[in-house]
């Protein structure tokens, strides 16, 4: 069955440094997210993605964040400056079109700790 | 999007026992997706029912919903030791970009 993949699984990196993290959602799928949870919270909706552009993003995607679909397979989150703060679970999910695909299915995340 | 919130916060079983899990919401939906989550771990889908369904199976879990009380059931039956987990509902209000708003979730203890 097809699915979502990330990578890395882990992600350790210095305050201040650029992150990216990589998604490879299914592959017809046209919806692209970014969920992130903070140990012990809740998930939180960052962004969405279709047809190249950000179709609805939350206040936590500010400047430091950037997404890109570089080529027809990736989907990347970039983060230029890390804070400790964003130390968290990133998810990427997908999902087709149409009123037959509207699950997104979800990767099993990076976890990244800003030291 | 908006959020599900989900009721009890906590639940623990035995095993064999049927575990029922409830979500309320707000504002007309379009559909509502409920979500397990092991510790640590992705979000895995578990089944979507649309605004104009009021019951859905799918192996042992039974959804239903209610758009007049604006509420939706989750129920596992015979459950497992592998079925502990937090679940989420998502109501969706479009099928556009489908955002998903999660709440705290059901946390689900199933002891052997």
């Known amino acids: 069955e097809p699915e979502v993949t990330q990578t890395p699984s882990h992600q350790v990196t210095q305050m201040g440094q650029e992150v990216i993290l990589r998604c490879v959602p299914i592959s017809n799928h046209l919806y692209f997210y970014w969920y992130r949870q903070i140990l012990g919270q809740k998930v939180e909706f960052l962004v969405s993605f279709y047809n190249n552009e950000i179709s609805e993003k939350s206040e936590i995607f500010d400047d430091q964040f950037s997404v890109e679909r570089p080529d027809g397979s990736n989907f990347t989150l970039k983060i230029r400056s890390t804070k400790l703060e964003d130390s968290a679970m990133y998810f990427c999910?997908?999902?087709?079109?149409?009123?037959?695909?509207?699950?997104?299915?979800f990767g099993p995340g990076t976890r990244l700790l800003v030291l | 999007s908006q959020q599900g919130e989900e009721d009890p916060q906590a639940l623990s079983i035995q095993e064999g026992e049927n575990a029922t899990m409830n979500c309320s919401y707000k504002?007309?939906?379009?559909?509502l997706q409920w979500y397990r989550q092991n510790s640590g771990r992705g979000l895995v889908h578990l089944i979507l029912i649309r605004s104009n369904e009021r019951e859905k199976h799918s192996g042992r879990l039974r959804v239903t919903l209610d758009t007049s009380k604006k509420s939706s059931s989750l129920l596992i039956t015979a459950s497992r030791a592998a079925d502990t987990a937090s679940y989420f509902c998502?109501?969706?209000?479009?099928?556009?970009?489908?955002?998903?708003?999660f709440g705290k979730g059901t946390m689900l203890l199933v002891s052997p």
């Open positions: 998502a109501p969706t209000m479009n099928s556009g970009y489908s955002t998903l708003t």
């Open positions: 999910a997908s999902r087709g079109q149409g009123m037959s695909q509207e699950t997104q299915y």
């Open positions: 504002t007309s939906i379009n559909n």
